[in-house]
T-cell receptor
Framework: AQKVTQAQTEISVVEKEDVTLDCVYE???????LFWYKQPPSGELVFLIRRNSFDEQNEISGRYSWNFQKSTSSFNFTITASQVVDSAVYFC??????????????FGTGTQLKVEL | KAGVTQTPRYLIKTRGQQVTLSCSPISGHRSVSWYQQTPGQGLQFLFE???????NKGNFPGRFSGRQFSNSRSEMNVSTLELGDSALYLCASSLDEGTQYFGPGTRLTVL
């Protein structure tokens, strides 16, 4: 069985602070994918990043950065210099190998990020 | 390229009724997946369709069903609605086993 844990239910920061969202996953698959999605109040899940299990290279994209550590089964997400528009619920998700192929995302419970002025 | 579209965006039904939700994937995407989001259970996988065939299925009762058409558009149906079916239903599309892109969702309220 696959499991994704986001221990932080809600985080509040003041604009321009850096914030890190934690994600820990469990899977028996050797090949899998990890994702981060953002859900603003409108409800649509917005794709942010995908990483496969063989690519532990960390990435920076603008104000976003990701830290994937297979040894600790963690895939953390950092927003640098947060802005009010970053306020949303952030979901970490895992997709493993399925018999017959295909897609099935297992989501964490989400972290509500509130960025205040 | 247009994103994933879902209709209707909002729906109110009463217990015992049935409902059909529609999803149009991104052009060229052949995989369509459905998820249910509730405050209590979070985001849960319902099923996935690929080339008009159900390829994967989550742990939901048989009241939840779906289908996919030759143009990759998909519908999901919930029969004999229960209060607990009130949720945001999200559709996602992908090329095959790639990144899933989500639509805006259909918010279903069962009274």
């Amino acid at each position: 069985a696959q499991k994704v844990t986001q221990a932080q239910t809600e985080i509040s920061v003041v604009e321009k602070e850096d914030v890190t969202l934690d994600c820990v996953y469990e899977t028996r698959d050797t090949t899998y994918y990890l994702f981060w999605y953002k859900q603003p109040p409108s409800g649509e899940l917005v794709f942010l990043i995908r990483r496969n299990s063989f690519d532990e290279q960390n990435e920076i994209s603008g104000r976003y950065s990701w830290n994937f550590q297979k040894s600790t089964s963690s895939f953390n997400f950092t927003i640098t210099a947060s802005q009010v528009v970053d306020s949303a619920v952030y979901f970490c998700a895992l997709s493993g190998r399925l018999t017959g192929g295909g897609n099935k995302l297992t989501f964490g419970t989400g972290t509500q990020l509130k960025v205040e002025l | 390229k247009a994103g994933v579209t879902q209709t209707p965006r909002y729906l109110i039904k009463t217990r015992g009724q049935q409902v059909t939700l529609s999803c149009s994937p991104i052009s060229g995407h052949r995989s369509v997946s459905w998820y249910q989001q509730t405050p209590g259970q979070g985001l849960q996988f319902l099923f996935e369709y690929f080339s008009e065939t159900q390829r994967n299925k989550g742990n939901f009762p048989g009241r939840f069903s779906g289908r996919q058409f030759s143009n990759s558009r998909s519908e999901m149906n919930v029969s004999t609605l229960e209060l607990g079916d009130s949720a945001l239903y999200l559709c996602a599309s992908s090329l095959d086993e790639g990144t899933q892109y989500f639509g805006p969702g259909t918010r279903l309220t069962v009274l």
